[in-house]
């Protein structure tokens, strides 16, 4: 079974840029989840969908992030413009339902000059 | 207070002793509680999920939860160079609605 996919996984900008990452989910897993980790930290969850809907974004700064889950399959997180602190990694993650474990992508590592 | 809390460490220990990972949450709640293993520059990974009192075996793991104490722990027997990471504990709320993990500790297993 293929695990979930991520892509790319390494994206160098500068700041203002926009940026977008691209994630497939596990085949079935309807919950999807975005993620962000810093250097030294666990990660945080920025948005979590349930198939097409986003149940849970109160993390997400809205005001240059968004996502977006067409078709409750893949998903989209973009980021306009970028700023130097968005400088993480970016994980997907999938799982069954929202109480079953999750797994986790490879990540995009983001660096923001 | 931290929601979930780890020992940052590094915790170092001598190939094939145990090691012992702790963790402890603040939202009573709790119900679902994982361990994920993070190599350096990849991903974390699953390795135990733990739901009940007790203890859970898994190979060389052993993950140990006490709801009324609020912690949840590792135990990694016969530890191997390979087991090196950082060992991230992750609790979901009442009805899954947040996975939050701690910051991890670093392990070190020494040959």
């Known amino acids: 079974e293929a695990g979930v996919v991520q892509s790319p996984r390494y994206k160098i900008i500068e700041k203002k840029q926009p940026v977008a990452f691209w994630c497939n989910p596990i085949s079935g897993h309807n919950t999807l989840y975005w993620y962000r980790q810093n250097l030294g930290q666990g990660p945080e969850l920025l948005i979590r969908?349930?198939?097409?809907?986003?149940?849970?974004d109160s993390q997400l700064p809205k005001d240059r992030f968004s996502a977006e889950r067409l078709k409750g399959v893949d998903s989209t997180l973009k980021i306009q413009p970028a700023e130097l602190g968005d400088s993480a990694v970016y994980l997907c993650a999938s799982s069954l339902a929202r109480t079953y474990e999750q797994y986790f992508g490879p990540g995009t590592r983001l660096t923001v000059t | 207070q931290k929601e979930v809390e780890q020992n940052s460490g590094p915790l170092s220990v001598p190939e094939g002793a145990i090691a012992s990972l702790n963790c402890t949450y603040s939202?009573?709640?709790?119900?679902?509680f994982f361990w994920y293993r993070q190599y350096s520059g990849k991903s974390p990974e699953l390795i135990m999920s733990?739901?009940?009192?007790g203890d859970k075996e898994d190979g060389r793991f052993t993950a140990q939860l006490n709801k009324a104490s609020q912690y949840v722990s590792l135990l990694i027997r016969d530890s191997q160079p390979s087991d090196s990471a950082t060992y991230l504990c992750a609790v979901n709320g009442e009805y899954g609605n947040k996975l939050v993990f701690g910051a991890g500790t670093i392990l070190r297993v020494k040959s």
């Open positions: 733990i739901y009940s009192n």
């Open positions: 969908y349930e198939n097409e809907e986003a149940v849970d």
């Open positions: 939202d009573r709640v709790s119900q679902s």
